[in-house]
């Protein structure tokens, strides 16, 4: 009886190793197609922010910007002369 | 007699022993005899390697907000011509869409991968999918993107592969490339894209972002300014250049003709030089200062002393003749340079003799300024042994000798900061600028030539320049082009070089315009307006009200 019950004992741990080693080496791969699959998606979304920053310089663009206000805002460059600075003293304001 | 079941049972296990054998002998094959050849086969297959470059790194200017280089993705049509299994269709394709395609194709009918085209528009790319031919494949490819055009001369481009070409991002290339990293990576057939193991062979480097000196808002408003005077003058080439002269930092560097990088179809080289460092320039007047600091520097000149200038528009020294725009009698060495009298000049560098070459090349002259950007010209001083008897007046009004334009802020900037020549710098590495221990100037001399500069802003020639409430020290200078070895007294190099200061507040301003339209043109009518409105700008800019 005892040497039986040996024999399952240690062919059961052994079978749990096996089946913890099978396991453990399937969830490393789980994980790591997890994170291959995030980094991919990490790139997609480095593709999109390029992107949007490049749509967001078009919107900036100097040019434009400038060509907008002269024309829509009727804005025209300050010159130095115009600037007046105001001191938080000023007992004017 | 024997059993016909025994007879059946017989065939069928030397059947099954002849089966066995014949898996036994192609298993021997396979294991042992070619076993090297399959071995081989499947390392290739699970095991892959790989080189992977870091993205290039993106350009900011000084601010660090403001990108001036970005990448982005752009497509590739590509096909494998020994695999093609329609090649009419993509022969016809080919031929209406992308001709020049078709005889590379005819050449390459056997290699296994052939470009279209590359960098192809959103156009190009619809034509290819509604073509809708399985042999036309796409691919996408990282490319750069600049926002600020007008920096293009600076910034410069890249090559159809992202290698660096011109300007910043060829001078920065390994910074901006970075290095690849070697990876193994364990795959299987069903696998694809993803691995189950992966591991590092090289550890490369990750490329990392390059911050400028350069300020954009800064750089447009010069440019602007820049395109208005050369379109007001019918001008072609001009440059402006804002440096800081106690860091060397240069906040502007403009120059016209200029390019887009993000439009490079059709591009002419010359327009993407940097022609504040790859043109030098016999600058003229301009120079009158530098040999003014000499004189002063050797003692053989005081400010107030009187020089006579013979009262005259020509005149003949040792048989050489000179020529001036106003004829001048007696007047103080400081009224020669405010008035920029050639011929007071010419008396005083007379008394310099071959000591105002060493003069010119300690002020960094004839040699390249230290900035490391590419194609940079590093001028030309003639030298004493190559003079004629013409030559130490040619070279005290500034001929026989050129400079590019970051020479003379340089030159400026070391008047400015108290005598020492600065490295000037584009990129902003951190790192505190490194002085000499001594200035190559005595404080005197450097405040005499000062006074003589801020004389000439406001009763010389730089008078457009002046700013209530601001020092501003001018030097111009109008120059005749050499042009088929004779110099053209139509065609003239206007220039005016000046410091800018406030109290703390300091700034180098290099105004250049190169052939300007109009009659009787001079600096003070073409490049002082521009020096004014660059430095308004600049003023506005940076908020030094």
């Known amino acids: ?93 | 007699m024997i059993h016909p079941y025994k007879l059946r049972s017989g065939i069928v296990f030397f059947i099954c022993c002849l089966l066995f054998t014949i898996i036994a002998i192609n298993l021997y094959f396979i294991q042992v005899y070619n076993s090297a050849f399959y071995m081989h086969l499947a390392e290739q297959q699970h095991h892959v390697t790989v080189s992977q470059y870091p993205p290039r790194a993106d350009i900011y200017d000084r601010t660090g907000k403001q990108l001036l280089a970005c990448n982005k993705e752009c497509v590739s049509a590509f096909l494998i011509p020994n695999e093609l299994k329609n090649p009419e269709a993509v022969t016809a394709f080919l031929r209406s869409h992308f001709p020049q395609a078709v005889a590379q194709l005819k050449k390459q009918k056997r290699k296994p991968f052939m470009y279209i085209r590359r960098k192809l528009t959103p156009e190009q790319v619809n034509v290819i999918k509604q073509a809708n031919i399985p042999d036309i494949k796409l691919l996408t490819e990282s490319t750069r993107y600049y926002p600020l055009a007008c920096a293009g001369t600076v910034i410069g481009m890249t090559d159809i592969d992202n290698k660096g070409l011109a300007g910043i991002e060829l001078s920065c290339d390994a910074h901006l490339t970075g290095e690849p990293t070697t990876y193994s990576l364990d795959k299987d057939a069903r696998s694809g894209c993803f691995y189950f193991n992966r591991e590092t062979h090289i550890s490369g480097n990750p490329s990392s972002p390059l911050y400028l000196s350069i300020d954009s808002d800064l750089q447009f408003l010069a440019y602007k300014e820049l395109e208005q005077i050369l379109a007001k003058f019918k001008s072609k080439e001009g440059s402006v250049i804002i440096m800081d002269p106690k860091t060397g930092e240069i906040l502007t560097m403009v120059s016209i003709p200029d390019f887009d990088p993000n439009e490079t179809n059709e591009l002419d080289p010359a327009n993407t030089k940097n022609r504040v460092v790859t043109e030098s320039y016999e600058l003229g007047s301009v120079f009158k200062e530098f040999a003014a600091l000499a004189a002063l520097e050797e003692g053989v000149v005081t400010l107030d002393e009187e020089i006579d200038c013979k009262n005259a528009e020509t005149c003949f020294i040792d048989g050489r003749r000179i020529n001036t725009t106003h004829a001048d009698g007696r007047i103080s060495f400081r009224d020669v340079i405010a008035r920029s009298n050639n011929i007071g000049i010419a008396i005083v560098a007379k008394r310099l003799q071959h000591k105002i070459y060493e003069h010119y090349t300690r002020m960094g002259f004839g040699k390249k300024s230290g900035l490391s950007f590419p194609g940079e010209n590093p001028g030309f001083v003639n030298k004493p042994e190559n003079w004629s008897k013409q030559s130490i007046i040619s070279l005290s009004y500034g001929y026989e000798v050129s400079a590019n334009i970051l020479q003379i802020a340089r030159a400026f900037s070391m008047i400015a900061n108290g005598g020492y020549l600065i490295t000037p710098k584009l990129k902003l590495d951190g790192k505190k600028p490194t002085f000499p221990s001594k200035p190559l100037y005595s404080a005197t001399s450097l405040d005499g030539i000062k006074e003589i500069m801020e004389h000439t802003t406001t009763h010389g020639t730089a008078k457009r320049a002046q700013k209530k409430g601001y020092k501003i020290m001018c030097k111009t200078g109008t120059a005749n082009m050499l042009v088929n070895g004779e110099y053209d007294k139509v065609r003239n190099l206007y220039t005016c070089a000046g410091i800018v200061e406030r109290d703390d507040y300091q700034r180098v301003v290099v105004a250049f315009v190169k052939e300007a339209t109009g009659y009787n043109l001079f600096a003070a009518t073409v490049a002082v307006p521009l020096f004014e409105r660059v430095t308004e700008a600049m003023l506005i800019h940076e908020r030094i009200i």
């Open chain 1, 1 to 93: 009886m005892k040497r039986s019950l040996f024999i399952s004992i240690f062919v059961a741990t052994h079978l749990s190793f096996v089946f913890l080693q099978i396991h453990k080496h399937t969830q490393f791969i789980k994980q790591s197609f997890s994170k291959q699959k995030n980094e991919r998606l990490l790139a997609s979304l480095e593709v999109k922010k390029q992107h949007l920053t490049q749509e967001l310089y078009i919107a900036k663009n100097h040019n434009a910007i400038q060509e907008f206000a002269k024309t829509h805002l009727n804005m025209a460059p300050v010159r130095l002369g115009q600037i007046k600075k105001v001191s938080h003293h000023d007992p004017s304001l």
